[in-house]
T-cell receptor, first 111, second 113 residues
Framework: GESVGLHLPTLSVQEGDNSIINCAYS??????FIWYKQESGKGPQFIID?????DKRQGQRVTVLLNKTVKHLSLQIAATQPGDSAVYFC??????????FGTGTRLTIIP | NAGVTQTPKFQVLKTGQSMTLQCAQD?????MSWYRQDPGMGLRLIHY???????DQGEVPNGYNVSRSTTEDFPLRLLSAAPSQTSVYFC????????????FGQGTRLTVV
């Protein structure tokens, strides 16, 4: 079946460094991808999205890269801060408007 | 601005009991959906709605019913609770497609004993 997954379940980054969270997807027909951030005890929060006709999109301190050749998505967070500690999910939408989430990566910031 | 409000926040049920998880949004969003989140499995779509009077099944619909009589409300009903339904449930709403820039509620932690 189709799947959206993450390469690493946990990631520890020094405060101030850049973080890169990776995600693999298997459905080449997916046309929309989203990154969500989920802090402990809260619901997921939209961070940034990208459509399949783009390969890069930038937001405030975040950049999403899409490599359709290898079906890979990444989220880059610049100058990581303690408030960035959370679980990050990638998600994809293909055809029927249903969102499929990956399992998540826990990002821990080291002071 | 309340956003998406879910009630209750916590609930314990006995096997076989039924209950309704409430979800309300005040952003006039057409699209609403319910997810469950289990450890190590991310979020999985249970049911969704593209507008009042219209609902459809997601990835894991068995054991759950939904209705959408108004734009604002999208309750999720557990017909006969089972331990396998122990999970954290999230309601979400969005302007456009299901999931695009979705706003999520705080979640309902349900335990079925």
């Amino acid at each position: 079946g189709e799947s959206v997954g993450l390469h690493l379940p946990t990631l520890s980054v020094q405060e101030g460094d850049n973080s890169i969270i990776n995600c693999a997807y298997s459905n080449s027909a997916s046309d929309y991808f989203i990154w969500y951030k989920q802090e402990s005890g809260k619901g997921p929060q939209f961070i940034i999205d990208i459509r399949s006709n783009m390969d890069k999109r930038q937001g405030q301190r975040v950049t999403v890269l899409l490599n359709k050749t290898v079906k890979h998505l990444s989220l880059q967070i610049a100058a990581t801060q303690p408030g960035d500690s959370a679980v990050y999910f990638c998600a994809e939408i293909f055809g029927n408007e249903k969102l499929t989430f990956g399992t998540g990566t826990r990002l821990t910031i080291i002071p | 601005n309340a956003g998406v409000t879910q009630t209750p926040k916590f609930q314990v049920l006995k096997t076989g009991q039924s209950m309704t998880l409430q979800c309300a949004q005040d952003m006039n969003h057409e699209y609403m959906s319910w997810y469950r989140q289990d450890p190590g499995m991310g979020l999985r779509l249970i049911h969704y709605s593209v507008g009042a009077g219209i609902t459809d099944q997601g990835e894991v619909p068995n054991g759950y019913n939904v209705s959408r009589s108004t734009t604002e409300d999208f309750p999720l009903r557990l017909l006969s609770a089972a331990p396998s339904q122990t999970s954290v449930y999230f309601c979400a709403s969005s302007y456009f497609d299901v999931g695009t820039e979705a706003f999520f509620g705080q979640g309902t932690r349900l335990t079925v004993v």
